[in-house]
């Protein structure tokens, strides 16, 4: 822990990093098929409620704990609570991440095999693009192959210095997501027949209360702000003294929330618009699962003049904001080795790469396997890190660190009335509703 270790430079850097991580499949993938199962609108509530009352005062957390020890999740433990069992938290996140990636780079794979098909016009030429999805899916070594290349793509990157490459392509590339997902959200909703795919997100229909909506809900947010495994603790380590912690969370989580229900935006008109069948259309979407993206989008673009370069733009971009959190999910698990097995970092990235490389695989051939990856880690063990995190900020760290690091050592002005809102919220209302909210989801 003697060397020096990298800070963020610029100030927009920082957002964009921790943005970045966040920002991602989570996103775009996950939060549409998620909301189509949780029943629409309801689910959306019930979303942002979690990111309100969980998501930020844990990001806040997360950063404090990594800027405070300037080590990696594991390590970060071992500083601030030498000779405790806190570690395992930061273990236990670790194998989060590792398991994470398992199926997270599948869909990265299929990201980059719809690049493929965009470029070769083979996506705007179908006509069944449920089949073209399903082909994919009953395809093992054709999704290993661009999983393998998307795990050493982000392997590549972990290895040249991460820093200057994260910070650049977030930067860069988020805005122009962003102004894609405006345009095509704008093409959606002037779809014929949308308002009721804008009804589905907007409208609450509270007879569409499943009893784990709480859990999903939580889980997903957890997911989405990369929360709950040590990411933030790894990005909060590189964060310099003057980043204000309380504002960067803020500010990533609306982004964050902002680019999830965007996607939605654009993805449920569409799939409501054009779907042949308006009857069926929400039991499709649930039946449909994973594939909800990769379906609806093309079918979006394949309504739109010059689809073949909309699609390449999109799915690339997609790709790209995928890669920023597949890096960030790397490093964490790459940086526990390398620091607290004094490992090269080459090693290290090696070890990793290869582990993932087998998970993907596994998770290639059997979609169960896959959404066992997906369940086990967002809806149990991401809370689970989370729910532990906030009792170590809330009941262990020394209050001393915790107010110099929400204010930068008294540099920033914040209430006392703030500071002990902030401290009573991670002491009982986070854990104590996410145990109720756990529990629930397991009984009913
Ligand atoms: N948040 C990212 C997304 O939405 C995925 C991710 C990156 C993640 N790092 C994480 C999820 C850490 C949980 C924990 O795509």
Redesign the pocket.
């Given at each position: 822990m003697t060397e020096k270790r990298v800070t963020f430079v610029s100030k927009i850097g920082v957002v964009a990093a921790a943005a970045g991580?966040?920002?991602?499949?989570?996103?775009i993938w996950?939060f549409p098929s998620q909301t189509a199962d949780g029943g629409g609108a309801i689910f959306i509530l019930v979303y942002i409620g979690c990111i309100l009352f969980f998501g930020i005062p844990l990001m806040v957390s997360e950063f404090m704990v990594g800027r405070s020890s300037r080590a990696n999740t594991a390590g970060a433990y071992h500083l601030l609570a030498p000779g405790t069992q806190w570690k395992w938290v930061g273990r236990l996140g670790v194998l989060?991440?590792f398991i994470?990636m398992g199926f997270?780079m599948v869909v990265c794979g299929w990201t980059l095999v719809y690049i493929f098909q965009s470029v070769s016009g083979s996506l705007s030429g179908t006509t069944d693009l449920s089949a073209n999805f399903i082909a994919l899916q009953n395809n093992p070594m054709r999704q290993i192959v661009w999983m393998i290349l998307f795990t050493l793509l982000t392997a590549f990157f972990i290895l040249s210095g991460v820093k200057k490459g994260i910070e650049l392509s977030a930067k860069i590339m988020m805005p122009i997501l962003f102004l894609l997902l405006v345009v095509l959200a704008i093409r959606a909703i002037t779809l014929d027949g949308a308002g009721a795919g804008l009804n589905f997100l907007f409208k609450p229909d509270w007879s569409q209360v499943k009893s784990t909506l709480f859990l999903d809900a939580m889980g997903q947010a957890?997911?989405?702000?990369?929360?709950?495994?040590g990411?933030m603790i790894t990005y909060g380590s590189y964060f310099n003294d003057n980043t204000p912690l309380v504002k960067t969370a803020v500010q990533v989580s609306l982004l964050d929330t902002l680019v999830a229900i965007l996607a939605g935006v654009v993805i449920f008109p569409a799939a409501f618009a054009l779907t042949a069948n308006p009857a069926t259309i929400v039991d499709e979407l649930v039946a449909g699962g994973p594939g909800l993206l990769f379906i609806t989008i093309p079918e979006l673009f394949n309504q739109m003049p010059g689809s073949m370069i909309w699609s390449t733009f999109f799915f690339c971009l997609l790709a790209l904001a995928?890669l920023t959190?597949t890096i960030?999910?790397m490093e964490v698990v790459t940086v526990y080795i390398h620091e607290e097995y004094h490992i090269s970092r080459r090693k290290s990235t090696l070890l990793v790469t290869t582990g993932v490389i087998i998970l993907g695989i596994f998770a290639s051939f059997s979609s169960s396997f896959f959404n066992f990856l997906d369940v086990a880690s967002a809806k149990f063990m991401?809370p689970i890190g989370g729910f532990f995190i906030s009792l170590f900020v809330g009941w262990y760290l020394d209050k001393k660190i915790v107010y110099a690091q929400l204010t930068n050592e008294r540099s920033l002005k914040y209430s006392i009335g703030f500071l002990k809102t902030y401290i009573f919220l991670l002491r009982y209302v986070v854990p104590i509703a996410m145990l109720a909210i756990f529990i629930y989801g397991l009984v009913a």
């Open positions: 991580s966040a920002v991602g499949l989570g996103n996950r989060t991440g994470i997270y957890f997911f989405s702000l990369s929360l709950g495994m990411c995928a959190s960030s999910l991401l």
